[in-house]
């Protein structure tokens, strides 16, 4: 059931015993996980099972409190920059006034000065981007008047503009329409032909059906480059939300579990 | 009768002086809108009353200890915002009334006629003196170069601090840099309409603005413009009706952005 079986490709994000948390509350425990070039990993998990927090250890912007964070071989605040990052769509900054081109525009900015023009290097990565989510009609339009799944997919744009080695996607069909979802996890399929990618979702519905590996995460993180859920990940499983373990595994195994949703050890 | 009070020098400097802090209130106010930080804009506006208070009462010039309480209190409110986001509303809360608190107090110790503070609370733009104007005209170069350097940067910051920050684009210098921008520009704008409707002229050009136009440039051209207008108008106004100045001002910029409102609201209806 291995989904990569090339263990000789390039470790990209590499977390080696990590424990995170905010003052005195661990959110994340001795979690492990590896990412391999080529790979496209889901990983689930309830609401407050760390899933942001683990996102956000990855991009540097939350010290482990226990263990190494390496990102392309670098600390996280440096490797980073190989990471295409997509947040959530938050619907509060609708009311940003700002076209989609300059919106995608902003994966073109480097640290340091020298931002005051695009080159003709920008301008051809910002067109080539629109194209890849195929966004390049709406280049001009103001992002207001997008819907959540072409919202979502400016966003995967200005990822893709930093040229990224990984793309990094935080509940990527959380504002999305059902057949804008399918549309979205297409997109994926055919991005991950040149790009890794980690998506980090509650919704197993859709991350089953295109990753090629699945992991769960609540506190603890279960991975082991499997296609489907596996009876170790369903030691932890019963932690995560039933619509996910239904949706996961063809049987009702864990109707009995259904009080202990949302325990935490 | 519409020009003959420019022959005067208080006039003229008057006139100078609402075209140099609309300009940057235009830019400044932007940035503030799109940042949501019109609280800590206010926080600063009345913090500052604490630096005039001891500024007076030790017997130096008032917009210099006004200089100093702003950009301290604004970069105390930055961080703090910066920190804790949403509930750093407290605490700005606290610096704010701190500030007014120690210039109230300062100001009753201090002996003698103190009628020309009022002006630091209600604006006092007859009152504007060549060292003013020096004063408005180096914040305004100030301002606009370092939109003009960092407009980029800037936009991506005010959008989405998080994926800035992940590109390493320096986001803590920058934003100490606009708040500090934020605070001398208030300083500025105290003189024109006072420390108490500083917000208004801050906010109010560029939400009419906001209105019509989906670009952070724009906007900030556009916010300057009706600044300029509004001021300007505003002030012709209060001299041909002998009312407060700064007051007529904010008034005005009251009704246009009603004004604008309406219009926008008949333009986004949808069709029947």
């Known amino acids: 059931m291995s989904g990569n079986p090339e263990r000789f490709s390039r470790l990209l994000i590499d977390l080696q015993d990590v424990w995170a948390g905010y003052e005195a509350d661990t959110v994340l425990e001795q979690v492990t996980f590896k990412l391999y070039e080529g790979d496209f990993v ?15 250890v990855i991009l540097g912007l939350v010290e482990p409190s226990r263990g190494q964070v390496k990102v392309m071989g670098l600390p996280a605040k440096e490797g980073r920059r190989f990471i295409g990052y997509v947040p959530q769509i938050q619907l509060d900054d609708k009311a940003f006034p700002i076209s989609v081109w300059d919106v995608v525009s902003m994966g073109r900015l480097k640290s340091g000065f020298g931002n005051l023009k695009l080159s003709k290097t920008d301008k051809q990565a910002i067109a080539i981007a629109l194209e890849q989510t195929g966004m390049e009609d709406f280049a001009n339009r103001s992002i207001n008047e997008l819907s959540g799944g072409q919202r979502q997919r400016v966003y995967i744009s200005r990822a893709l503009a930093t040229e990224p080695k990984i793309l990094l996607l935080d509940e990527p069909t959380a504002s999305v329409d059902p057949h804008a979802t399918t549309q979205i996890y297409d997109l994926f399929s055919k991005l991950n032909q040149d790009i890794s990618i980690l998506l980090i979702s509650h ?63 | 009768m519409f020009t003959d009070w420019l022959t005067y020098d208080f006039m003229r400097n008057a006139l100078m002086a609402s075209l140099l802090v609309s300009v940057a209130c235009g830019v400044i106010g932007t940035l503030v809108v799109l940042n949501r930080i019109v609280f800590i804009s206010g926080g600063i506006a009345h913090a500052a009353y604490g630096g005039v208070g001891i500024a007076y009462h030790l017997g130096f010039d008032p917009m210099i200890g006004a200089i100093g309480f702003s950009v301290l209190s604004a970069l105390g409110m930055g961080l703090a915002h910066r920190r804790q986001g949403q509930r750093s509303d407290t605490v700005i809360g ?83 840099a606009m708040i500090t921008l934020i605070g001398l520009t208030v300083v500025i704008s105290m003189r024109v309409v006072g420390l108490i409707m500083v917000i208004a002229l801050l906010t109010i050009p560029p939400a009419i603005a906001n209105l019509f136009l989906k670009n952070m440039g724009k906007i900030m051209a556009a916010a300057s413009a009706i600044a300029v207008v509004s001021s300007i108008l505003g002030l012709m106004i209060s001299y041909l009706l002998n009312l407060p100045s700064g007051a007529v001002i904010i008034l005005l910029l009251g009704v246009f952005y009603l004004l604008a409102a309406m219009a926008s609201a008949v333009k986004h209806q949808p069709a029947r």
Request: hydrophobic share 50%; net charge negative; glycine share 8%.
């Open chain 1, 42 to 56: 889901g990983l689930i998990g309830p609401n407050g099972g760390g899933k942001t927090t683990l996102i956000k």
């Open chain 2, 94 to 176: 606290v610096m704010w009334a701190i500030g007014m608190a120690i210039g109230i107090i300062s100001l009753s110790l201090s002996p003698g006629y103190k009628a020309d503070l009022m002006s630091y609370l209600f604006g006092s733009i007859l009152a504007v003196s060549v060292v003013d104007l020096w004063l408005m005209a180096l914040i305004v170069v100030m301002v606009m170069a370092f939109v003009a350097l960092f407009y980029r940067k800037l936009l991506s910051l005010s959008f989405d601090e998080t994926f800035s920050t992940v590109r390493n684009l320096a986001v803590t210098p920058l934003y100490l």
């Open chain 1, 203 to 265: 919704d197993m519905t859709a991350i089953s059906t295109y990753v090629k590996t699945i992991g769960c995460i609540n506190h603890r993180l279960v991975y082991h480059n499997e296609k489907a859920l596996t009876p170790e990940m369903l030691a932890i499983g019963y932690e995560c939300p039933i619509d996910l373990i239904a949706h996961g595994i063809p049987h009702r195994v864990l109707a009995e579990h259904d009080q202990e949703v949302g325990h935490v050890h």
